[in-house]
């Protein structure tokens, strides 16, 4: 069984440039969940997507956008970087639409720098 | 609205002594809770999970953590502490319609030789 993995680990980007992050979901989950995390912060939710579509959002602006695929796999992009967007950000997956039953598990992050 | 606190930012333990992370949660219906820990530069993983029944949980590691529903309460608990337990951990609630979990800031645990 494979865990879920994301690439690239690390990203240094410029203000104003626009940024995709990847996502493997483990085997058999069907449900990808994004979170930002900060320096010294707990993970905020972005977005959640199940079968394809995006099933719940957070409090982050339309320039957050992301896609999964047929086969789970999930994408972040981010357009027009900010400064404060420099951050870990998670992936997670689970099974099931609602996943609170269904533990999440995560990948171990990417690294954005905007400078 | 749905909210994690982990009151303590930062807890020194030595080796082989006890550990108890405290989590109060605010959460209108029962709620599903999670502790993760997260190494330095690593994702999170899973360490316990509660939905129902039996409010004291065991999870991996020797970790275990106790509902209190008066209190508002989800406990993280280690009898003997390692130096490998040294992380950030962080308690979470299930969001509900969104699907999403709520984090608390987090506590780091270090731990003294």
């Known amino acids: 069984e494979t865990g879920v993995t994301q690439s690239p680990t690390h990203l240094i980007k410029t203000r104003g440039q626009q940024v995709t992050l990847r996502c493997s979901s483990q085997s058999g989950h069907n449900t990808v969940s994004w979170y930002q995390q900060a320096l010294g912060q707990g993970p905020q939710f972005i977005f959640q997507y199940y079968r394809e579509e995006e099933n719940g959002r957070g409090n982050f602006p339309p320039r957050f956008s992301g896609l999964q695929f047929p086969n789970y796999s999930s994408e972040l992009n981010v357009n027009a970087l900010e400064l404060d967007d420099s951050a870990l950000y998670l992936c997670?997956?689970?099974?099931?639409?609602?996943?609170?039953?269904?533990?999440?598990?995560f990948g171990p992050g990417t690294r954005l720098l905007v400078l | 609205a749905q909210s994690v606190t982990q009151p303590d930012i930062h807890i020194t333990v030595s080796e082989g002594a006890s550990l108890e992370l405290r989590c109060n949660y605010s959460y209108g219906a029962t709620p599903y809770l999670f502790w993760y820990v997260q190494s330095p530069g690593q994702g999170l993983q899973l360490l316990l999970k509660?939905?129902?029944?039996?409010?004291l949980v065991q999870g991996i590691k020797g970790f275990e953590a106790e509902f209190k529903r008066s209190q508002s309460s989800f406990n993280l608990r280690k009898p003997s502490v390692h130096w490998s337990d040294a992380a950030e951990y962080f308690c979470a609630v299930y969001g509900g319609s969104q699907g999403n979990l709520i984090f608390g800031k987090g506590t780091k645990l270090s731990v003294k030789p």
């Open positions: 509660y939905f129902s029944g039996d409010t």
């Open positions: 997670a997956s689970s099974l099931g639409q609602t996943s609170g039953r269904g533990a999440q598990y």
